[in-house]
């Protein structure tokens, strides 16, 4: 908790929960004003699509210039337009397609701000303190999810749209003058004279190069597809085993960050350094076991509320314990000149797999009953991590990614 990382915290707290009540607030509105669940979900998409599109290549900036000047550059773009964004709706001149275009404009600017976090990390703290600080960071996030979720309603019903957009928007600037008072260490001492191209090309080349780190983003995508997943699950089964579906749905996602908070909590004062590879491979299997235990739930028992609750508590702590630990191992055996753009696939990927799952899984849920579904998804989650397990070998390198690559060969495998 040196200087450096509680400003990043600070700043990710206050941007973190304007940012929830934000997302309350436009979901509310659109749905208030067009009462078109489509257009809602187009909304949705506009948030996403951009960031999505432009990680595959956003990673390359990430490394070629100022880290700093990124984080606090986005965050002042952001804080601007949701002031201007809370202005014109104040003026009554904002429509569905005015805001399609402001989340289009949060989502590039989300592409080059959210891989740069975990790049900066490790420029700020003790390589033996990784596991810790991340836990802190997701400790952060968790607590701004249940916190700025349940203030962020509460702030609509009182203060009005206008007001909380434009709490949304000071949030940011508040976030960017914390960010301004980081010291951060160069990524890369000496000025890189590769074109922006090969740059990206250098990237790809030594993710590609790197079987460990293909498994470890491999269970990036798996791991996030199966949050997906388990947002789709649950309002099926809180409208099946209760007559209050919108109360029980409401305490399963209460579980699910508490269970996450929790996690990131004993994670921050417990996590022992060079142990992530176990946890994260042991965590995913975990995950998989607990869903796959809900086979044992009988939705007609008195008990099958207590006993989805318990499970989705648990799912969330062992979630969040493999979230932290691939975080880390790739802080850690990534060259930090290469780790914007491996964040950046990261992101990209963990973006793209949630809301593939929500589409997957919907469909199966029109065919298959949850109580068969879940506990089957569970043990094939399983299985995958079990199988990654044996994928993964680190290899000691001989020479660095960046001097490789400047000579024109392929990467070698991250230690």
Same mark, same amino acid.
């Given at each position: 908790m040196n200087r450096n990382f509680k400003l990043l915290l600070g700043g990710q707290l206050v941007s973190q929960v304007g940012d929830k009540f934000h997302m309350i607030a436009l979901a509310l509105w659109v749905l208030d004003t067009t009462g078109s669940t489509a257009k809602m979900g187009a909304v949705l998409a506009a948030s996403m699509i951009p960031s999505v599109l432009l990680g595959f290549f956003s990673g390359a900036v990430i490394d070629r210039y100022s880290r700093k000047l990124i984080i606090v550059g986005t965050d002042i773009i952001r804080g601007i337009v949701l002031l201007l964004f809370a202005w014109m709706m104040f003026a009554g001149q904002v429509d569905f397609y005015f805001i399609l275009a402001l989340q289009v404009v949060l989502s590039i600017n989300a592409a080059f701000f959210d891989p740069t976090i975990p790049s900066v990390i490790p420029q700020i703290v003790d390589k033996s303190q990784l596991g810790r600080a991340n836990a802190i960071h997701q400790g952060v996030y968790s607590f701004a999810m249940i916190g700025g979720a349940a203030l962020g309603g509460i702030a609509v019903s009182t203060l009005g749209y206008v007001w909380v957009f434009a709490l949304d928007g000071l949030s940011f600037l508040l976030s960017a003058v914390f960010e301004s008072f980081i010291k951060i260490p160069s990524a890369s001492p000496e000025k890189d004279k590769r074109s922006f191209t090969s740059d990206i090309k250098a990237g790809y080349a030594y993710l590609f190069n790197s079987r460990p780190l293909l498994v470890v983003l491999f269970m990036v995508m798996i791991i996030h597809f199966f949050v997906g997943a388990i947002e789709v699950f649950m309002p099926v089964i809180a409208n099946t085993i209760s007559d209050n579906g919108a109360e029980t749905l409401g305490l399963f996602q209460a579980a699910l960050g508490v269970g996450i908070l929790v996690m990131s909590i004993l994670l921050s004062r417990f996590s022992v350094s060079g142990k992530e590879k176990?946890? %994260?491979?042991?965590?995913? #299997?975990?995950?998989?076991?607990? =869903?796959?235990? &809900?086979?044992?739930?009988?939705?007609?028992?008195?008990? #099958?509320?207590?006993?989805?609750?318990?499970?989705?508590?648990?799912?969330?702590?062992?979630?969040?314990? #493999?979230?932290?630990?691939?975080? &880390?191992?790739? =802080?850690?055996h990534v060259d930090n000149t290469y780790s914007g753009r491996v964040f950046a696939i990261a992101s990209t990927i963990?973006?793209?797999?949630?809301? #593939?799952?929500?589409?997957?899984?919907?469909?199966?849920?029109?065919?298959?009953?949850?109580?068969? %579904?879940?506990?089957?998804?569970?043990?094939i989650l399983a299985t995958l991590g079990l199988?990654?397990?044996?994928?993964?070998?680190?290899?000691?390198?001989?020479? &660095?990614?960046c001097d490789q690559a400047q000579k024109g060969e392929s990467a070698p495998e991250p230690e």
């Open positions: 176990e946890s %994260l491979f042991s965590s995913v #299997a975990v995950m998989g076991c607990i =869903q796959a235990l &809900t086979w044992f739930i009988d939705p007609e028992n008195d008990f #099958a509320l207590a006993g989805y609750t318990a499970c989705i508590f648990l799912w969330g702590a062992a979630m969040i314990r #493999a979230a932290v630990s691939f975080k &880390t191992l790739l =802080q850690t963990g973006n793209a797999s949630i809301p #593939a799952a929500m589409i997957m899984f919907g469909l199966l849920l029109d065919y298959i009953e949850y109580s068969n %579904l879940l506990p089957t998804s569970g043990l199988i990654a397990f044996t994928l993964f070998k680190e290899e000691r390198k001989d020479s &660095t990614p």
